[in-house]
């Protein structure tokens, strides 16, 4: 790591089917191939005992009150925080696909309040720019069947990008919102423009809270 140099903390977000993997994987590679120090992260993070039970949840073998697994979704957040500060902090750029603003989304998205879903977002790391790949979910669905999984089908995916657009609107000055119905390759130059500039920005701002 160059002396107090710190690394970026960016999150991808959007609903499922948005193009968060393929632009994530873009991106990393991009940064591997200028010698970026770069890893790729992802939440949910389903490997611990927290993650376990959410991908239980997701693949519908268990059921959970709305509440409940707002919170562990949150945990889960949580319990990888100081790893992710101590990454950053040796000089390591973060690309994370979702974080806080996926738990507010779904959760309000089935009528929880908005205000007690950010709550216990409060305290995790401020991500220095998140990347909003947006589409209406009609598009999404007609880049075929979604998935098995819990939140997969087109009239939820509807009311969560409605919240993703509220955060949006909210937190203007770190969300970067992009059609996500153009091609990818446009997506990730502009994407890639972006994080160009970013970087050198960030690496001496120390690292704030949500
Ligand atoms: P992914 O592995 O990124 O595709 O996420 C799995 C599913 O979980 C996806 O439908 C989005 C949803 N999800 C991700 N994070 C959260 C969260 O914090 N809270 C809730 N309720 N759902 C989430
Ligand atoms: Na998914
Ligand atoms: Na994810």
């Known amino acids: 790591m160059s002396a107090g140099k710190r690394g970026a903390l960016i999150i991808f977000e959007g609903c499922d089917r948005s193009g968060k993997t393929?632009?994530?994987r873009l991106l990393v590679e991009l940064l591997k191939s200028k010698d970026v120090p770069v890893q790729a992260m992802n939440f949910p993070e389903r490997s611990s005992n927290i993650g376990q039970v959410?991908?239980?949840y997701l693949t519908n073998s268990k059921d959970l009150s709305d509440e409940v697994i707002h919170l562990m979704f949150s945990?889960?957040?949580w319990e990888h925080m100081n790893q992710l500060k101590q990454k950053l902090l040796e000089g390591k750029t973060l690309i994370v696909d979702r974080y806080s603003y996926s738990g507010v989304a779904?959760?309000?998205a089935k009528g929880l309040d908005f205000d007690w879903c950010y709550a216990p977002e409060r305290g995790l790391l401020k991500p220095d720019a998140?990347?909003?790949?947006r589409a209406p979910a009609s598009d999404l669905a007609s880049r075929g069947q979604y998935g098995e999984e819990r939140y997969e089908k087109a009239e939820f995916q509807e009311r969560?990008?409605?919240?993703?657009?509220?955060i949006c609107s909210k937190e203007a000055s770190y969300w970067h919102q992009f059609d996500?119905?153009?091609p990818a390759e446009d997506l990730h130059a502009q994407i890639a423009s972006i994080t160009d500039?970013?970087?050198?920005k960030v690496a001496t701002q120390p690292l704030d809270k949500l």
């Open 197 to 200: 500039e970013l970087l050198p």
């Open 160 to 166: 969560v990008a409605k919240v993703f657009d509220r």
């Open 106 to 108: 779904y959760s309000a």
């Open 130 to 133: 998140v990347f909003y790949l």
């Open 22 to 24: 393929t632009q994530s």
């Open 180 to 182: 996500a119905s153009q």
């Open 54 to 56: 959410i991908n239980s």
């Open 75 to 77: 945990a889960n957040r």
